[in-house]
């Protein structure tokens, strides 16, 4: 199972971005898949995670401000963030669960700074 995220970077406070995985894994077979992330010094968190059902959780944090998306034929798992904080500074993992177990991507970094 591969994992492929991308789209990470610097930006300010306020600004939007953009992350994209690819996954090896049909989307339509996966049991749960989403974001994660770890901040320095920090557990890595559940950022958003959508289930096979379409139930979708955010943390408390991002709502409103955080969008999972998902593009099924193309195997595609999106993160748009917008309003971003300082306290968003994170490297961003992708995620995805299915029945031979969890799969991580190898990540990718943001950093929120003036």
């Known amino acids: 199972v591969q994992l492929q995220a991308s789209g990470g970077g610097l930006v300010e406070p306020g600004g939007s971005l953009l992350l994209s995985c690819e996954s090896s894994?049909?989307?339509?077979?996966?049991?749960?898949f989403g974001w994660y992330r770890q901040a320095p010094g920090k557990q890595r968190e559940k950022v958003t995670t959508?289930?096979?059902?379409?139930?979708?959780y955010y943390a408390e944090s991002v709502k409103g401000r955080f969008t999972l998306n998902r593009d099924n034929p193309k195997n595609m798992i999106f993160l748009q963030m917008s309003g971003l904080q300082v306290e968003d500074t994170a490297i961003y993992y992708c995620?995805?669960?299915?029945?031979?177990?969890?799969?991580w991507g190898r990540g990718t970094q943001v950093t929120v700074s003036s």
């Open positions: 995620y995805l669960k299915d029945y031979r177990g969890d799969h």
């Open positions: 894994v049909d989307l339509l077979r996966a049991h749960l």
């Open positions: 959508v289930t096979h059902g379409g139930t979708v």
